[in-house]
């Protein structure tokens, strides 16, 4: 009890330490994008640049984006309570699909006018040297941006600020275009910027494309990978007591993840004993993979002596990796 007690008050001190680093990487992406877009909005102003007017309010629609991801991450963080007893991590992964509609849509309106300017060719205005400088500002905050958010997402394994670390990057890719559009049109070739416009669209589509997926796969149940389970499987058949792994089932619930573990031990022992067994496997589970919220535990008595039995299951588990299941004749 004391050891359960101490595993549930490093996670929850875990929880909160990810709640801390998404908030604190999403406030200096809010001041970030506040700064850029009123760079870009002058510099667009001042250098006749309808492509950095543009790119300035991609950077403004980003601050809202990062609100999404304040919002999922504090509310997926709650405790669980009569209405929630299972939680509600899902509700960053609901912010992931917010973000990635967001991203599509922006990623669209780049494509959409990109084409229009392609076919209004005429229409396109030379853009000033000022506009150029902004756009070199932009890609080099808006990619360092992209890491920073990225590395902070991948530590913490947030979809929502995996996604909004994406937010960045299209920004980023935005200013490319506007860059190679301001300097083609410098240069005499004022196709370019809304070519450019039509292919960062794409890119962006797809990131967007990806981002949805990951987030509807976590909230439909799909299991975790199975590197990961077989890890999780090595580690139930450690234990001398354990005759077989007979079930084990993962869960993605959000950006933390439920097991279920079925295996089978000897039926002679008391009912104490099969207890503490399957508690310790419980409370081993949660400690050595952070990411497990919860592990449900069920043992199965076994009558037979099966000494040989176990020594070729975990044989046969070593080499395929896959758990096998021995059942007595």
Do not use: Q
């Amino acid at each position: 009890m004391e050891r359960k007690m101490t595993v549930d008050k490093i996670k929850t001190e875990k929880d909160k330490e990810h709640e801390s680093i998404a908030i604190s990487i999403s406030v200096v992406s809010i001041v970030a994008n506040i700064i850029l877009a009123v760079l870009k909005l002058a510099a667009g102003i001042i250098a006749h640049s309808g492509a950095m007017i543009s790119d300035a309010v991609h950077s403004a629609s980003d601050v809202f984006s990062t609100f999404v991801v304040i919002g999922g991450v504090k509310m997926a963080g709650k405790a669980e309570d009569s209405d929630h007893p299972y939680g509600h991590d899902r509700l960053e992964s609901v912010a992931a699909i917010i973000l990635a509609a967001a991203l599509a849509v922006t990623g669209a309106g780049i494509g959409i006018a990109g084409i229009r300017s392609i076919i209004n060719s005429k229409e396109i205005v030379m853009p000033g040297v000022l506009a150029l400088i902004a756009a070199i500002v932009s890609i080099v905050v808006k990619e360092a941006m992209y890491w920073y958010t990225r590395n902070g997402a991948k530590k913490i394994g947030s979809d929502a600020l995996m996604a909004d670390a994406w937010h960045h990057r299209s920004d980023a890719l935005s200013s490319v275009g506007s860059f190679i559009g301001i300097g083609g049109a410098m240069l005499g070739y004022p196709i370019l910027d809304p070519l450019a416009s039509v292919i960062i669209c794409i890119f962006i589509l797809k990131v967007a494309a990806d981002i949805f997926k990951e987030a509807i796969n976590k909230m439909i149940d799909k299991s975790c990978d199975e590197e990961v389970e077989n890890l999780m499987r090595r580690m139930v058949l450690s234990h001398e007591d354990i005759i077989s792994l007979d079930l084990i089932r993962t869960r993605m619930f959000g950006s933390k993840v439920y097991v279920d573990i079925e295996f089978s031990a000897d039926g002679n022992m008391t009912l104490y004993e099969a207890h503490a067994i399957a508690e310790h496997i419980h409370d081993e589970m949660e400690e050595k993979f952070p990411d497990v919220k919860h592990c449900m535990v069920h043992v199965n008595p076994v009558e037979a002596d099966h000494s040989v039995a176990k020594e070729h299951f975990v044989t046969e588990e070593a080499k395929t990796g896959k758990s096998v299941r021995y059942i007595d004749k």
